[in-house]
């Protein structure tokens, strides 16, 4: 069984006009926020053996706060995943090579959300299960979803992907006022 996780960067500063796109930082809440999804992540045991990363600073910004992991993952910064529609990511993923057991991908809405809803089982679960419920209704900024994959990276879209969980800071910070 492979682990998917996608990782929407945290909250990116608007203020300067100057700045590009590519250049917004990371605002105090999104420092925060990375943060909180960095021990929420360690409770969990979710570690990524190989993590892909959108060269946007914010993205960046979103894995230095998640760093230092207990085990070193391999990270690859990709140009492909700025802005990346669904399909786009899900190219990249399905180059992987099997033995990436973990892989977390941290990008940008639309594609990251919309990936997420391709790849959820959406059968039986919009009954059953609430987090599908409420990633469907959005994506926040440092939300991630957990898959669990069955069958090769190579087949991932076609077949064998299951939510497991939906993870948003603000939800989990009210939670532990």
């Known amino acids: 069984m492979r682990q998917l996780l996608l990782l929407r960067h945290a909250?990116?500063?608007?203020d300067d006009p100057d700045l590009s796109?590519?250049?917004?930082p990371l605002t105090k809440r999104?420092?925060?926020?990375?943060?909180?999804?960095?021990r929420l992540m360690r409770e969990l045991g979710l570690q990524p053996d190989v993590v892909l990363v959108s060269p946007a600073k914010r993205a960046?910004?979103?894995l230095a706060g998640l760093e230092p992991f207990d085990d070193t993952p391999i990270v690859e910064t990709l140009e492909g995943l700025?802005?990346?529609g669904p399909g786009q990511i899900l190219q990249i993923l399905q180059t992987l090579p099997d033995t990436a057991r973990s892989v977390l991908v941290?990008?940008?809405?639309?594609?990251?959300?919309?990936?997420a809803?391709?790849?959820?089982?959406?059968?039986?679960?919009?009954?059953?299960?609430?987090e599908l419920a409420r990633m469907a209704?959005?994506?926040p900024t440092a939300a991630l979803a957990e898959f669990q994959v069955s069958g090769s990276w190579q087949d991932l879209g076609v077949r064998g992907t299951r939510l497991v969980g939906f993870l948003i800071p603000r939800e989990i910070t009210k939670a532990a006022d």
């Open 11 to 14: 909250k990116a500063s608007r």
């Open 21 to 24: 796109d590519h250049e917004r």
């Open 30 to 38: 999104g420092v925060k926020d990375a943060a909180t999804m960095r």
């Open 60 to 62: 960046q910004q979103t």
């Open 82 to 84: 700025y802005m990346a």
């Open 106 to 115: 941290i990008g940008h809405n639309p594609g990251l959300h919309e990936l």
């Open 117 to 130: 809803l391709l790849l959820a089982d959406k059968t039986e679960a919009w009954r059953r299960m609430p």
């Open 137 to 139: 209704e959005k994506f």
